[in-house]
């Protein structure tokens, strides 16, 4: 494979003259030979792109298990096989299986964008070589080839036009944004033209609508637009979301946490009680065992696929799970234009009379509106017909089609509309079809064409004769469409009161005026006119001087129709719900500047009441021009980008990143890939995104809506309250295992008894915290949820909160649970094996023994201690329960009705763990597995009556401690920064680390590894001038 990393500084063949180009490619019109091309293929490469590198089985695998969590989990099970507590190995390993395999699954083909981008290009091509075109494989396309396209073709490669016919037209809204076809010319533009404005250049995968037209290739592969933007897509770092930083910097936490625990449990054990090396080993491994989070992970994972299906039926696909939680803390929402904010469906907004100016409702192709007068009255039927008949030119002066799809594959839209041709053209025809055109083949069918001039971009019309009916010699009427510049000096006439039999003087000054007024509005203006036409002078070679060199004007004006790819309507709603929520939108697209400015005063992203003049709209060669420093200082004040290209919106996403801001980035194109994955979550579309998009993207719309984009941020926000409520529930319950067990043997209760086996606590981590917590993950949203502002970027999952929760609750479960199980001990008589083993105990000490186990003596499951740790058992689990209804609501106080409306779950989970407790505490052979004997009503009610202790004490410090306690743990906190956020100098220095992060579902949260090269190994393809080209092997920009 050929090299091609030598640098040169880009060519820019637009503003290259043909001659020029033609030199510089050492080529000719006749193309090159034979021998030359096979030169040029062996010496540039294939016409391909680079396929990315993909990671093997075991490496994926190995970025699943590659974070703390998974690795406490694989150390708990570890801990658990030395102490032979096979059934809790075979929980935890299972529980580690299940967080892998979901991972693997749900990361999926997230690396293969590029790949996606490979499968849009044109498999064939038509090169002219040696004077012959010849059709090859696109592949080997080489610069310099002279290629050949008509209507159909996708480009092969990027082309610079030397000749064009027949109006060629090409749909280039994949890589600018653009939605209506581009007129190719062959003339030079200017050398700072944006993409949209390269007039004279084909793009690779781009389709041609219309016409036909010769161009030189001048770039291939990796080195044509689409590849630059294949490339840009393997080179952006995809953003590590805060959950997965949350995630692993409490992993670290706990791990630090355990490992204090451990070591003063073992020189308790070892140094004063006087337990063997081994024992105290022991005794310390199954404490930190019980302080391990164990279910936490489950958890997490479970709680984010609950949050994915409920967005994925409300039309939000999450393709990466921790993606979730990052729509809740997006604090800017960058947009791309067409066919996300808009429906990429040219609409008919405006139809301006001599009498006034009608409004049409409905957006899109879909036939589904009314005609309005200017006080947004819909108008009676036969003044429709009316106006049908005036503007009857513009369906049948029309080579477009439109026909109803029932068989397409979205269950969004019952009936889909399909076009077929220009999109201009295809908003005329859903024109008169609102008007009362029921099938409009059959309406052109009464009114046969005889003649006609097509539309050219050299005169920017279209005309055609139309015979008034199928009857032979019928009247002839000429219709014409076009630039209103260009019609209103050739008409005579005009048609007043909105009525066709009646006519006056035409008044130009009225019209231009007219034209003016709705093109400053971003608006498309089309004049449709007609006239009466003369038998003899139809002829199979009429053209475009009938009009241009007619002696007099002699058409009628019929009126002015002003089109738009309009907002869409619940696209105005999410703006505006979404700034209430403290969220700016920015629309950033690849159209005009004055389209753009009036898309977003229609959406609510600028002040519709501002001037044109007073509203900043940066271009993409205006950015180009500005250094990081100069977008950084713009970025925030400027709502609207115009021009845009692949790389102005990489930099726009990366400044904001800069400024502190969490970015949502939501496009369609190909030309959005590399922005949708820089983002911190890139959003595509599902109807009418490219593979590409979707690929890049970590969340999929399916229904193209907007305003999905904002349910998903509600839902986001409501995921990390919820994971807040988890973590606030499970910290405290884990610490008060552990250090229940752990206090045991500081207080030495009846001899160094400890109240929890390891049974017992791997049953509350892993079925009871699990169940409590996955019933916390459904708790509802809380009502002012989407008007509070965006969550404070850093901020911690294990805040203050939590960390307070930690001392306070635990504390109180520790004393329930060592109360408990020491007034149980000391209230049953002791038995005679009670005794025995005291003995036992004594001698051993004596003799220090080294017998094998956990003590030199045994430990006996005697009823007394068996029922005491049933009390203590039952006192945890139901102490639990309590604290989890007290979590429920982080600020509100529980003590509302709400409690027992809302959320089923909870009390089915309640419910449920209460028969499980039940079941294990009274079923013989269950309950001796369990460590646990029958239990009397007294026990009962003092375990119920601790239970609602925790819950009313819980209360109580919600209700003072944000006001007398939590401003003390704040100051705690500060010195260690456990508590805080992070520092913004930390977080910006994070975010320019040029670090990748293989995103991943489930409970993986992300493999560090150093971005490579996007040069790295060969690439495929050239860009730039073959002549000079001596002793170079290739061309990279």
């Known amino acids: 494979m050929p090299d091609t990393e030598m640098a040169v500084e880009e060519t820019k063949w637009h ?33 391909e792109l680079t396929p990315p590198p993909k990671p093997s089985f075991l490496m994926k695998v190995f970025i699943q298990v590659n974070n703390i969590l998974i690795y406490i989990l694989i150390a708990a099970a570890i801990v658990a096989g030395i102490l032979q507590d096979w059934a809790e190995v075979a929980l935890i390993g299972g529980v580690v299986v299940i967080n892998v395999t979901i991972g693997l699954v749900q990361e999926g083909r997230a690396e293969q964008a590029a790949a996606a981008i490979q499968g ?35 480009c092969p490669a990027d082309l610079r036009m030397i000749e064009v016919t027949g109006n060629c037209g090409i749909l280039e809204a994949m890589l600018t944004g653009e939605s209506n076809p581009i007129t190719k010319i062959t003339d030079v533009c200017f050398p700072q033209s944006a993409l949209g404005d390269r007039k004279n250049m084909a793009f690779s995968a781009t389709m041609v609508m219309t016409g036909q037209g010769k161009g030189v290739v001048c770039g291939t ?31 670290r936490w706990i791990a630090l946490f355990v490992l204090i625990i451990a070591a003063i449990s073992f020189c308790v054990a070892y140094l004063i009680h006087d337990f063997t090396v081994g024992d105290a080993f022991k005794s310390t491994v199954a404490i930190a065992v019980a302080i391990i989070p164990e279910g936490l992970p489950a958890v997490v994972t479970i709680s984010l696929a609950l949050a994915m299906q409920m967005l994925a039926n409300n039309n939000a696909i999450i393709r990466q799970l921790p993606a979730v939680e990052t729509l809740g803390s997006v604090t800017v929402i960058c947009s791309d234009k067409t066919g996300t904010l808009t429906k990429n469906e040219m609409t008919v907004q405006l139809m301006q009379t001599s009498t006034q100016q009608y409004k049409m409702t409905g957006v899109g192709y879909s036939p589904v509106g009314v005609v309005q007068d200017e006080n947004s009255k819909d108008l009676p039927d036969e003044k429709v017909a009316r106006m049908l008949k005036m503007f009857e030119g513009a369906v049948l002066c029309n080579d477009a089609g439109i026909f109803k799809n029932l068989n397409h594959k979205n269950p969004n839209v019952p009936i889909a509309w399909e076009p077929i041709g220009y999109p201009t053209e295809v908003a005329l025809l859903t024109m008169g079809m609102k008007m009362g055109i029921k099938e409009v083949k059959e309406y052109k069918d009464l009114q046969p064409r005889v003649g006609g001039v097509p539309f050219a971009s050299e005169h920017k019309f279209m005309c055609c004769v139309h015979a008034a009916s199928t009857a032979p010699g019928a009247p002839l009427t000429i219709h014409v469409k076009g630039a209103p510049d260009r019609l209103i000096p050739q008409c005579k006439n005009q048609v007043m009161d909105d009525d066709l039999s009646k006519v006056g003087p035409i008044d130009e000054n009225y019209w231009q005026d007219k034209a003016s007024q709705m093109s400053g509005l971003g608006l498309r203006c089309l004049a449709i006119c007609r006239a009466d036409f003369d038998p003899k002078d139809l002829s199979d070679n009429m053209d475009a001087d009938l009009l241009l060199k007619a002696p007099t004007p002699f058409l009628t004006m019929i009126g002015v129709v002003a089109i738009l790819d309009p907002p869409r309507p619940e696209a105005i709603e999410g703006v505006a719900v979404a700034q209430m929520a403290g969220i700016v939108v920015k629309m950033i697209t690849g159209d005009h500047p004055a389209t753009a400015t009036a898309i977003a005063k229609m959406l609510g992203i600028v002040d519709p009441k501002l001037q ?80 590409v998009s979707k690929e890049a993207a970590k969340m999929v719309l399916a229904d193209d809506n907007f305003a999905t984009i904002v349910k998903a941020v509600r839902e986001g926000r409501r995921v990390w309250d919820n994971l807040v409520k988890i973590l606030l529930y499970n ?37 009871t915290s699990v169940t409590m917590g996955l019933m916390l993950a459904m708790e509802p949203a809380e009502d002012d949820i989407m008007q509070r502002p965006p969550r404070r970027k850093g901020k911690r999952l294990f805040g203050k909160m939590v960390f307070w929760h930690c001392i306070f609750v635990s504390g109180i479960m520790v004393v329930c649970v060592l109360g408990n199980f020491a007034y149980t001990l000391n209230n049953i008589e002791k038995s005679a094996e009670d005794y025995l083993y005291e003995a036992e105990k004594a001698a051993d000490k004596i003799t220090k023994d080294q017998a094998s186990g956990r003590r030199a003596v045994k430990v006996p499951k005697t009823a007394r201690l068996m029922e005491a740790r049933a009390v203590a058992f039952n006192m945890l689990v139901f102490a639990e329960m309590a604290y989890a209804l007290n979590c429920r609501f982080l600020k509100e106080s529980a003590f509302n009705f709400k409690m027992f409306t809302e959320n089923k779950w909870c009390w089915v989970a309640i419910a ?9 505490t009274y079923t013989p052979g269950v309950n001796e597995i369990f460590s646990n004997a029958p239990i009397g009503a007294a026990s009962w009610a003092l375990i119920l009556a601790c239970a609602l202790a925790v819950f009313v004490l819980v209360e109580v410090e919600k209700a003072v401690g944000i006001y007398y306690i939590m401003p003390s743990v704040k100051k705690g906190c500060a010195p260690w920064g456990c508590c805080t956020g992070e520092d913004e100098q930390e977080r910006t220095q994070s975010e320019l680390n040029q670090v990748q992060f293989f995103a991943s579902g489930a409970s993986t949260f992300g493999l560090p590894t150093r971005a490579g090269s996007a040069n790295a190994g060969e690439r495929h393809g050239a860009q730039g001038p073959v002549a000079g080209a001596a002793g170079t092997s290739g061309y990279n920009v």
Do not use: W
């Open 15 to 47: 503003s290259i003259a043909v001659a020029e180009i033609l030199t510089l490619q050492s080529t000719s019109p006749d193309g090159l030979s034979d021998s030359e091309a096979e030169g040029r293929l062996k010496k540039f490469g294939t016409n």
């Open 120 to 154: 849009m290009l044109s498999s064939k091509a038509t090169v002219i070589r040696s004077g012959e075109r010849k059709l090859i494989d696109a592949k080997n396309v080489v610069p310099g080839d002279v290629c050949f396209i008509q209507a159909g073709d996708r």
């Open 221 to 251: 592969g990796d080195l044509a637009e689409i590849g630059k933007i294949s490339a840009m897509v393997s080179n952006v770092d995809s953003q590590k979301t805060n959950l997965m930083v949350q995630l692993e910097m409490f992993g």
């Open 612 to 691: 044109e003049s007073s509203i900043r709209t940066y271009t993409g060669p205006e950015l180009d021009a500005m250094d990081d420093e100069g977008m950084d200082s713009i970025v925030l004040e400027c709502n609207v980008f115009a021009r845009a290209s692949p790389e102005n919106k990489i930099r726009i996403v990366k400044s904001l990143q800069r400024r502190g801001q969490t970015v949502s980035m939501t496009g369609d194109g190909v030309n959005d890939a590399p922005a949708l994955k820089a983002a911190n979550i890139g959003v595509a579309m599902g109807i009418t995104g490219t593979d």
């Open 731 to 767: 910290m405290p319950v884990n610490f008060a295992q552990g250090l229940s067990v752990f206090f045991a043997y500081i207080v030495d209760i009846d001899g160094h008894q400890v109240p929890l086996t390891a049974i017992q606590v791997l049953y509350v981590n892993m079925i």
């Open 912 to 920: 449920v763990t209460t028969v499980f407790q039940i079941f294990l």
